[in-house]
């Protein structure tokens, strides 16, 4: 009797484990907003890299932001050389209503330009810091920054 429970357990531990892997490869990721600290220094609620771009959407890889111990904010993101799933983008919807706008950052980002744009303006690698919310696992922006360097 002793022995059969030494082998049941790691049985019911696998079949456990399989279970829950299972059921958590069928959900898609969830996607939360930025921390309110974060996203007031940036003026942003979620920030990405465009990956795909289609009529009335996009998809971005998440940047992921953090702040430093010396206050600073910290990036990181894919690298635009990595071919990425769709499964891990994150989807952007926008309509006739949400407002596009391009940020030209000069020198070492001190100074800078905001000019109007639209979704025409979207380039594939581009930084977008948006404002809106997340439904679904669909970020609906209200609002897409795009990011652009010059001299």
Known sequence: MRYKRIYMLPALGAVLTLCLALTACGRKPSRDLLDPEIAQMVEADYVGKVRKIEEDSFSVAEVSLKI????????????????????????????????????????????????????????????VYMRGDFEEGVFHAAEVRMMKFGD
């Not at 635009?80 to 989807?91: G, I």
């Not at 330009?113 to 581009?126: F, I, K, Q, S, V």
């Open 68 to 127: 430093s111990d010396d206050g600073s904010l910290s990036s990181s993101s894919p690298s635009s050389k990595e071919k990425l799933p769709d499964s891990s983008l994150v989807p952007v919807v926008y309509d006739k209503d949400t407002y596009f706008y391009l940020r030209t950052a000069f020198g070492e980002g001190n100074s800078y330009e905001d000019t109007e744009a639209g979704p025409e303006n979207l380039e594939e690698h581009m930084q």
